[in-house]
């Protein structure tokens, strides 16, 4: 059994073995090409949801960004709008406060008007009242007035700040 071995040259053993080792080499360059093109379309499909999610947070962000001014500008014009009624208010309050010193003044004049010397002296003496009462009327109303426009600022300010807050918060 082993008589045929002999036959066979030594040299073909050596080329054999160099067939062998060849052969498996070949095995395991093809089967590391198969891997690392595996891994190429896996690195490829990585870069594109990353590429993807990248994209869509900017999206997300951007999106965020306008509704954040939205809410905001639409906070603004509302305290705008606010302050507007408030002046007006205001106003229709100093208007107020004008006419009422105006009726004063005609009573004061009417009194006055009123005729005889005992009235006119008791007028005067009711006019120096009525004065008095009239500049401390216009004096409590300019500080209401002033008070109240300060006040109505401030609260609509401060209103506006919150919307404008909860708004970009999210609530």
């Known amino acids: 059994m082993t008589a045929w071995l002999k036959l066979v040259p030594t040299w073909s053993y050596w080329v054999l073995a160099l067939v ?4 498996w080499q070949q095995i395991r360059v093809l089967s590391a090409q198969s891997a690392a093109s595996k891994a190429q379309a896996d690195l490829a499909n990585y870069r594109t949801e990353v590429s993807d999610r990248d994209r869509r947070a900017a999206l997300y962000v951007i999106q965020e960004n306008q509704r954040r001014q939205a809410a905001t500008e639409k906070a603004d014009a509302e305290a705008q709008e606010q302050l507007a009624a408030a002046r007006t208010d205001a106003e229709r309050a100093g208007s107020a406060l004008e006419r009422l010193q105006q009726r004063l003044a005609a009573a004061e004049q009417r009194s006055r008007d009123a005729g005889n ?6 007028s005067q003496a009711a006019e120096d009242a009525a004065r008095v009462r009239a500049d401390l009327l216009g004096r ?4 209401a007035q002033l008070y109240a426009g300060v006040a109505d600022e401030r609260g609509i300010a401060g209103s506006t700040c919150e919307k404008a807050y909860d708004a970009v918060k999210g609530n």
């Open 140 to 143: 409590v109303g300019e500080a």
């Open 117 to 122: 010397t005992i009235t006119a002296q008791l």
């Open 20 to 23: 062998l080792v060849a052969c």
